[in-house]
């Protein structure tokens, strides 16, 4: 197999930025600069570059295969070499690996862009992108990892930066703990990971996934049952860092780190290993049936109970961030029913978009003045023009209007989950309902924030555009969110399905047995029930978008009507289900209170009293002998007579 070194440029490049950027920043507080621009100036540049080099040999690697390159290796160096048992450093770009990172890679580098205005006069500017650089050649290792232990790597170096980014602005307090409860929440599905890649590795004796993919299909059936559990527990460690219930209750909290930072978790970066583990690994949970129900079930659940939460939150990015989760949520209901690409096709409409919504809620408060309360805004429109208008575009694709990105990808998954049957008839439902609470939060956001009266304090508030090089990044993205869907064009066109055709060597043999399990053949709608589920997806986007418009244009009524209608379902929405309450009040608070019960009981009483019990003795014991040493002649001569007396004597007994 023929290997080049150059694949290696792809993570590297974010590697070397972050590094020098951090020298920038050590550099910075040695000679203690009152301001920190200066090195601030040469590190967005030095960031913005290396995605652009990352960005431009991820090009490199898909014009590769495009020319007819099955998958493109990079060199290889051993790395855990135990017997028969070989762990190496290897990077593979393939059709899965090369979409991601373009993706990355491309929507990275937009973020960044946008960031070096966002977080100009910052005096953390160079930390900040050095972070930022980090974290993408974190999310670089996992996609390109040639095996499970590279990508655990990337796993665990992006929970790492999340931590240290969601918690950049840790003088304020709550990030800090935001950031602590991402960590922890996510600690819970890497152990579930690691449980998985030791069951892999004992049932095949390798972690390379070509090993692993191909070799599924020779598992013996007594085996199968450890292959369902590995698979099981490696989406358990999907649910931490793609937030699904149960571990979703990370991921709201994200926003608080800078914005930039929300745009790169929610959209481009680490929230979407899980389903590109679970793609990765196709014919392992394609061998294990009942666990893509389960997959499907936790997504479906996932979606509705944070799609039904955004309808209620007033922060802006908190929107968002619910509506992430729910995104994310179809994307595993699309795993459940064995549209592999369908979820791949979200996962990159996704990007696009919410990325775009992201930078643009940062814009909207970076105009605002810190302001992040929708219902202290309204009228922006007038004021934010391009802000505005790149927002439609995001919020128009995410709620899934006809001929937009959202639309094809979200209802290429709804129609796959119809022509399942069975169980996934339910999963097609929910996603019915949660696609018509999309466009409800969708277009109520849009109303809060952009129409209806001026609900801020004129005086003090002055709202203004962004700067040039924060609204550069949202045109390019509202143009992707616009047009993203003509990677993924429904059959009834009778066009190629550009991304289908694409992934078809990655997915095929988790297809093949999904395939041998029905009957030979898969999932499969007529031409006509098409037009009809098309029809239905584009019917309920455009009724609710219009009607949640209509309704929060003229402001806060609608919101205060229903508050006042059913108090109590609008703070359970507005408070996720009260699930994050619960995790507090049932796990959080009691294993406190135990820890500080056994720390006052062991550290304190036993340890700290036990080690303070020998000083005091040590101490007491000092100040008797001392109390000996006074000088007195006649004193002495007892002390030397009497160990003089008692050494005889026991010389005299030994020589008895």
């Known amino acids: 197999m023929d290997t080049a070194p150059w694949p290696w440029l792809i993570p590297a490049a974010p590697f070397l930025g972050a590094l020098v950027c951090g020298l920038l920043h050590v550099g910075a507080l040695r000679r203690r600069k009152a301001d920190p621009e200066a090195a601030g100036m040469l590190a967005g540049p030095v960031a913005i570059a290396a995605m652009a080099v990352a960005f431009a040999v991820s090009l490199k690697g898909f014009l590769e295969l495009q020319g007819g390159a099955a998958q493109v ?7 855990i070499p135990v017997g028969e048992f070989t762990v190496e450093w290897a990077l593979v770009i393939d059709r899965l690996s090369s979409l991601m990172t373009l993706v990355v890679t491309g929507v990275g580098l937009l973020i960044h862009v946008y960031a070096s205005g966002y977080m100009k006069g910052d005096r953390g500017y160079a930390k900040f992108f050095a972070y930022l650089n980090l974290f993408v050649g974190m999310m670089l290792m996992l996609v390109l990892s040639a095996n499970m232990v590279g990508t655990f790597v990337g796993w665990e170096g992006v929970g790492l930066c999340s ?13 800090a703990e935001a950031a602590q409860k991402a960590f922890v929440v996510n600690r819970i599905g890497d152990a579930a990971f690691l449980l998985g890649m030791f069951l892999l590795a004992g049932v095949f004796g390798t972690l390379d996934y070509a090993g692993i993919n191909a070799n599924v299909a020779t598992v013996a059936p007594e085996q199968l049952g450890l292959l369902g559990l590995a698979a099981l527990l490696l989406f358990g460690g999907a649910c931490g860092k793609s937030a699904q219930i149960p571990l979703f209750v990370w991921l709201p909290d994200a926003m608080a780190g800078p914005t930039p930072v929300s745009a790169l978790i929610h959209a481009a970066t680490m929230v979407t290993s899980g389903i590109y583990l679970v793609v990765r690994l196709n014919p392992l949970f394609a061998s294990a049936p009942w666990v893509l129900t ?22 802006l990015k908190g929107v968002l961030a619910y509506s992430t ?34 930078l643009g809620a940062g814009s909207v408060i970076h105009g605002m003045h810190e302001e992040q309360d929708m219902h202290r805004m309204g009228g922006l429109k007038r004021h ?13 694709a995410l709620s899934g209007l006809p001929l937009l990105s959202g639309f094809f990808s979200k209802d290429e998954i709804l129609a796959y989950a119809f022509a399942s049957g069975g169980v996934s008839w339910i999963f097609w439902g929910v996603g019915i309902v949660t696609a018509a609470m999309t466009a409800t939060y969708s277009w109520r956001m849009v109303a809060l924030v952009f129409f209806g009266e001026e609900r801020f304090d004129a005086q003090a508030v ?30 009834v066109l009778h066009v190629p399905h550009l991304l289908d055709g694409w992934l078809a060597p990655v997915v095929e043999p988790g297809k093949e047995l999904l395939a041998a399990q029905h009957g030979g053949h898969l999932p499969h709608l007529s031409h006509a029930m098409e037009w009809v589920l098309l029809g239905l997806g584009s019917a309920i986007a ?14 806060l009524a609608s919101d205060e009507a229903f508050a006042a209608r059913q108090p109590e379902l609008a703070s359970t929405l507005a408070d996720a ?33 036990a080690v303070n019990g020998i000083a005091r003795f040590a101490g007491t014991s000092g100040e008797r002998v001392a109390r000996q040493a006074d000088g007195r002649v006649a004193g002495y001569g007892v002390v030397f007579g009497g160990a003089a007396a008692l050494l005889a004597a026991l010389w005299m007994w030994i020589g008895a």
Do not use: N
């Not at 455009?542 to 402001?555: D, K, M, P, S, Y």
């Open 325 to 358: 989760v729910s995104q994310l949520g179809y994307m595993f209901l699309a795993l459940g029913v064995g549209a592999f690409t369908s979820a791949i096709f979200h996962v990159v409409t996704h990007a696009f978009f919410k990325a775009l919504l992201f």
């Open 462 to 491: 002055h709202p203004h555009e962004s700067p040039a090089i924060m609204t550069g990044p949202l045109m390019v993205l509202a143009v992707l969110s616009i047009g993203g869907g003509l990677l993924g064009l429904p059959p």
């Open 163 to 175: 931590y240290l980014l969601i918690g950049f602005w840790y003088e304020k307090g709550w990030p």
């Open 542 to 555: 455009i009724v609710c978008a219009r009607r949640a418009f209509l309704a929060h244009r003229g402001g």
């Open 384 to 396: 934010m023009p391009r802000t505005y208008l790149t927002f439609l575009a995001g919020a128009s």
């Open 73 to 79: 290796w990079s060199t290889r160096y051993a790395w």
């Open 294 to 315: 389960v997959i499907g079930a936790v997504g479906a659940a996932t979606a509705f109970v944070a799609g039904s939460s955004a309808l209620r939150q007033r922060d």
């Open 577 to 609: 289900w009260g699930i994050d309450r619960a995790y507090k009040l049932l796990i959080v608070q009691p294993l406190m209170t135990g820890a500080s019960a056994l720390a006052a009981l062991f550290d304190l009483a036993l340890i700290d009293g």
